[in-house]
């Protein structure tokens, strides 16, 4: 008889989002993203940070007012550095996994790609601008967004 306590796709896949997201160096959020296809099979995977080749010691983390000594202006989303670290071919019709529900930027590039779904963890910006664009252009888009539904389930990693 089989195991009864195995992850679902859904947990395996919100699994590996998280622990992209811990590879973040971002001191207040770290999100991460994994994009998969319809046969299940990951396409990518990726976390906020700095731009490649932008030495991470030398641009801000912090959220100061001058947006120039802020990290807005530089850090690249997980779910964008998901679509542009893909080497695997094309992404459409693909479900992107996501720890934290994507910005407006975001959006666009995910309906650029061809991409159908977005399971997500958290929606705390759920009231902002960004959020509520977001969700207008998936909505005309026919991109489909659902929140991941919390299991009770523990994973714990000992490396």
Not at 47 to 55: A, F, I, S
Not at 123 to 147: E, N, W
């Amino acid at each position: 008889m089989k195991r009864k306590d195995y992850l679902s796709w859904d947990e395996y896949f919100m699994g590996i989002a998280t622990l992209a997201a811990m590879r973040s160096k971002d001191p207040s959020t770290q999100v991460g993203a994994c994009i998969v296809n319809q046969d299940k099979r990951i396409m990518s995977m990726g976390y906020n940070g700095m731009p490649r080749n932008c030495n991470d010691d030398e641009f801000p983390w912090g959220r100061d007012d001058d947006p120039l000594n802020s990290k807005y202006l530089y850090v690249c989303h997980a779910e964008f550095n998901a679509i542009l670290n893909c080497e695997r071919g094309n992404l459409r019709g693909c479900t992107v996994y996501v720890t934290l529900f994507p910005c407006n930027e975001c959006a666009k590039a995910i309906i650029q790609s061809g991409i159908r779904e977005v399971v997500y963890m958290m929606d705390k910006y759920a009231d902002t601008d960004s959020v509520i664009a977001s969700k207008r252009m998936f909505d005309a888009a026919g991109v489909l967004y659902r929140p991941y539904a919390l299991s009770d389930k523990k994973i714990v990693l000992e490396l």
